[in-house]
């Protein structure tokens, strides 16, 4: 069943290189439009919450009572692989068939979370279905626009059936003491658990990370040819020197132990204007940093803002910023963790506990002080690409983990 439903969805979003789901846009509804048509075949009770996130769970079944909360997320990457976020609403939606099928449902209901708009590759932003629901999406969130359409996130999210006076009043849409855990399943995105030859593995905590999505350095354009070195003000040599003495911060705070990683994944000269024999008058990149500690990433910023100042002193450039995000570090929950590792053990699986580098939904739940915890399923190739490969033989055992988990939890 679990082969044919991934299979299925894979071929509903497939774009030729890898699988497509827009946030809140045609390949996610595409998805939810399957599993719910799958959740009501199977007798399963399916609702939508105020930000347009599916929500299943036992027929029957009164939403506003305490509950447990399993779910992941129902989009991707452009061009992505097909099992990051639909492996944590796949394996929750087996939990309930499971539930079902044994007529043995957990004390506490499961309900089982399809989240809309978890990847930030559309909109710049992250967590925006599970961030709705806590009422954290404001105005400038709203306004921002499809990386292809240029509709905004509001227009989107009503389009998708999201009620969006609730959503812009930024009040949460549920009572979070109902929630008493919250549980994520997920492939792991780094080559960790492949290299330890580890099926499974319970997460310890989860990054944080600071961004901006552009960034721009403005000099002065000249031809290559006249102008000397000393009169330069070469926007992207300029971006270069930043990262390079970005790149040795970072070395030497490695060195003393400290949690970092640091990405600039966006350059670009203006591709109307560029040329081989023009020097640059502007560059536009991205910046992105991380780590499981709240003041490395505001100690690491400012760190970048001062170099910014420092650069443009000595070159003649300006760096001008677009809103700073920020996604909080988030620690699971130590009684949680150690359930799932019981279950591990119990089921004579292997695993060990490792921290998450990527940024999940449940660090929304973890920093709302619910309890949450995650289980990664070993996949190879890494993810956000089409070569995600987690195989089935892994997957089972990490449902089963989860199935008794919440068969645990009163
Ligand atoms: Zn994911």
């Known amino acids: 069943m679990a082969e044919d439903l991934f299979k299925q969805v894979r071929a509903l979003s497939a774009d030729g290189v890898g699988v497509t789901r827009e946030s809140y846009g045609r390949g996610e509804s595409a998805a939810a439009d399957f599993l719910r048509d799958f959740a009501l075949q199977q007798g399963l009770q399916v609702s939508v919450d105020g930000a347009a996130n599916l929500r299943f769970s036992l027929p029957g079944i009164d939403l506003n009572t305490p509950a447990i909360w399993c779910g992941s997320h129902l989009d991707s990457v452009p061009q992505g692989g097909n099992y990051d976020g639909l492996a944590g609403v796949i394996a929750g939606l087996l939990c309930l068939v499971e539930q079902q099928r044994s007529a043995r449902p957990s004390a506490l209901p499961l309900q089982v979370l399809g989240f809309r708009g978890e990847e930030s590759a559309w909109f ?185 100042r420092a650069i443009g002193r000595e070159r003649q450039v300006r760096f001008e910023f677009d809103r700073r995000l920020l996604s909080d570090p988030a620690t699971m929950d130590g009684q949680l963790c150690e359930l799932l590792s019981k279950t591990c053990s119990r089921l004579g699986t292997a695993f060990e506990v490792i921290p998450s580098g990527a940024g999940h939904d449940a660090s929304l739940f973890a920093n709302a002080g619910i309890p949450s915890a995650m289980l990664f399923i070993r ?20 449902v089963q983990v989860l199935h008794e988990t919440i068969a645990a939890l009163t």
């Not at 509709?151 to 812009?168: K, N, P, S, Y």
């Not at 971006?239 to 970005?246: N, Q």
């Not at 996949?379 to 990490?398: K, L, T």
Request: proline share 3%; aromatic share 6%.
């Open 124 to 308: 710049g932003k992250a967590y925006m279905g599970s961030g709705a629901l806590f009422g954290k999406l404001g105005a400038e969130d709203l306004a921002l626009k499809q990386r292809n359409t240029g509709e905004t996130l509001a227009h989107c999210m009503q389009q998708a059936g999201a009620d969006m006076d609730a959503i812009r009043a930024q009040a949460p849409l549920f009572d979070k003491r109902l929630v008493r855990a919250y549980l994520e399943l997920h492939i792991e995105q780094g080559p960790v658990m492949v290299a330890r030859e580890l099926p499974l593995a319970v997460v310890s905590g989860i990054r944080g990370n600071v961004r901006h999505n552009r960034i721009e350095c403005i000099g002065e354009a000249g031809h290559s040819g006249v102008v000397p070195r000393w009169l330069r003000r070469d926007a992207m040599f300029a971006v270069a020197d930043l990262i390079m003495r970005l790149d040795e911060h970072w070395r030497v705070l490695l060195e003393r132990g400290t949690d970092l990683v640091v990405t600039t994944g966006v350059v670009s000269t203006d591709a109307a204007e560029h040329s081989i024999s023009r020097i640059p008058g502007q560059v536009g990149f991205s910046f992105e940093a991380r780590s499981k500690s709240q003041d490395t990433l505001e100690a690491f910023y400012q760190l970048m803002r001062a170099e910014c």
């Open 379 to 398: 996949n190879q190739n890494g993810s956000h690409n089409p070569d995600e490969a987690m195989e089935m033989d892994d997957f089972m055992p990490g």
